[in-house]
């Protein structure tokens, strides 16, 4: 079974975590939430 994805909703990348997705998001697309 293939582990979870986290995927990024503006540029469609992926992590193994929600964590690492939400540093991603903020990093990289300064998204406020």
């Known amino acids: 079974m293939a582990p979870e994805q986290y995927k990024c909703q503006m540029c469609g990348a992926t992590f193994g975590s929600e964590p690492e ?9 300064k998204k406020k939430s």
């Open 21 to 29: 997705l939400k540093e991603h998001a903020e990093k990289e697309h």
